[in-house]
């Protein structure tokens, strides 16, 4: 379990002051709030995290569709946000959320199923049933 640290003095947050990219992007790294399990990177823009903060669902920017993309919206495999955080460069997010199903688009609980060990390729998880 993390511990959370309040600030003894709160500030408004505006998303317009994190540092996104010469695109508009910035990383948002999904993880699983109950295991710290890493499940998943993608882009958000500056609408896609005012979404995500508005509604609790985590909504993307898809690159290659140049449309939002709410997680789950057609597979079912929802997150739920729990927590929004920023690192202190603020140019990258972590989103803690509660995931259902699988995060990646392969059916694996995460998109990072695949490791480097002893110079091979060595596949971690099947996809899900």
């Not at 699983?32 to 920017?61: F, H, I």
């Not at 690192?87 to 694996?108: E, K, M, W």
């Not at 695949?114 to 998880?125: F, K």
Request: aromatic share 10%; net charge negative; glycine share 6%.
């Amino acid at each position: 379990m993390q511990k959370v640290f309040l600030m003894s003095a709160t500030v408004t947050f505006d998303p317009t002051e994190l540092k996104y990219n010469e695109a508009g992007l910035i990383p948002a790294i999904a993880q699983d709030e109950s295991t710290g399990e890493v499940l998943m990177m993608a882009w958000m823009n500056v609408q896609a995290v005012e979404k995500t903060l508005e509604t609790g669902r985590v909504t993307y920017w898809s690159r290659s569709r140049q449309s939002f993309w709410i997680k789950g919206e057609t597979s079912g495999h929802v997150q739920k946000l729990v927590d929004f955080r920023f690192d202190c460069d603020r140019d990258c997010l972590l989103v803690l959320v509660r995931q259902t199903g699988a995060a990646c688009h392969t059916n694996r609980r995460t998109c990072f199923y695949t490791a480097v060990r002893n110079g091979d390729e060595v596949e971690l998880m099947s996809p899900m049933e």
